[in-house]
């Protein structure tokens, strides 16, 4: 790969990237928080069903 190209490439990425506004963040952030306790919950879920059927025998 050429050096040169690779930082135009780069160069250009950052000319076209924008920082987000506040609500476009809290909504990336609230979909995050919701996927973090998705993901826990099942987790949890999981944990404590095999818990049951464990301690059942």
């Known amino acids: 790969m050429n050096p040169k ?4 490439n780069m160069a250009n ?3 076209m990237a924008k920082k987000p506004d506040k609500d476009e ?3 990336h952030l609230r979909l995050v928080i919701m996927g973090i306790l998705g993901v826990g919950a099942i987790g949890f879920t999981i944990q404590f069903v095999f818990s049951v059927i464990t301690f059942g025998r």
């Open 5 to 8: 190209q690779t930082l135009k």
């Open 13 to 15: 990425t950052m000319k």
């Open 25 to 27: 963040y809290q909504q």
